[in-house]
């Protein structure tokens, strides 16, 4: 089936550790983006991407970095430099004509947690 | 700034109809969405509006008022199944794609 898969779903880290969170997708959609949810909080936007090699900084990418290589895969890796890490992350696609109408596909999330 | 604004938590009856509102102050706008989400899950989309007017799909309408910068999601026969938040977001950017969301209503259905 197609979807986007995000993995994994739980994850804790000790402070001043770095970590990689995975995002595949095999929707063949050209645009991908990560998320930031906090509990009674909207979703903030972190990196987006259009096309592979190719990303853009959204409104909190300070202290996240992401790569494109790959069309469908968009990892998101959290740094020591992020001072609020503790937090439910989530991956999105879609299609470059879906995006005219907002439509975003959503992975399963990953929560983190640091101890 | 760039902001909606939705009513933190709706409490309904199972099998009645509930009005979610969604009030927005963007610097464009390309029209409104809505997503549920489930607790601890992923969003998923319900609608979209660019253009004055509702849309129905089954028992979830979604309205738009470009004028009042204003829009509501209805849904109608509530089920339990229906409890969840759901959000409203706004693409205000043509450039960028980019969303802006709402903070989210937590509807709760009481049997």
């Known amino acids: 089936d197609g979807g986007i898969t995000q993995s994994p779903k739980y994850l804790f880290r000790k402070e001043g550790q770095n970590v990689t969170l995975s995002c595949e997708q095999n929707?063949?959609?050209?645009?991908m983006y990560w998320y930031r949810q906090d509990p009674g909080q909207g979703l903030r936007l972190i990196y987006y991407?259009?096309?592979?090699?190719?990303?853009q900084k959204g409104d909190i990418a300070e202290g996240y970095s992401v790569s494109r290589e790959k069309k469908e895969s968009f990892p998101l890796t959290v740094t020591s430099a992020q001072k609020n890490p503790t937090a439910f992350y989530l991956c999105?696609?879609?299609?470059?004509?879906?995006?005219?109408?907002?439509?975003?596909?959503f992975g399963e999330g990953s929560r983190l947690t640091v101890l | 700034g760039q902001s909606l604004e939705q009513p933190s938590e709706v409490t309904a009856v199972e099998g009645a109809i509930v009005q979610i509102n969604c009030t927005y102050q963007?610097?464009?706008?390309?029209?409104l969405s809505w997503y549920q989400q489930h607790d601890g899950g992923a969003p998923t989309f319900l609608s979209y509006?660019?253009l004055d007017g509702l849309e129905e799909t089954g028992r979830f309408s979604s309205f738009l008022s470009r004028s009042d910068s204003y829009g509501y999601l209805l849904l109608q026969e509530l089920q339990m199944k229906d409890s969840a938040s759901y959000f409203c977001a706004v693409r205000g950017d043509d450039s960028n794609y980019q969303l802006i969301w709402g903070a989210g209503t937590k509807l709760i259905i009481k049997p």
């Open positions: 991407s259009q096309i592979v090699n190719d990303f």
């Open positions: 963007t610097s464009g706008f390309y029209g």
């Open positions: 999105a696609s879609t299609e470059a004509r879906q995006e005219n109408t907002g439509e975003l596909f």
């Open positions: 509006n660019a």
């Open positions: 929707l063949n959609h050209d645009a």
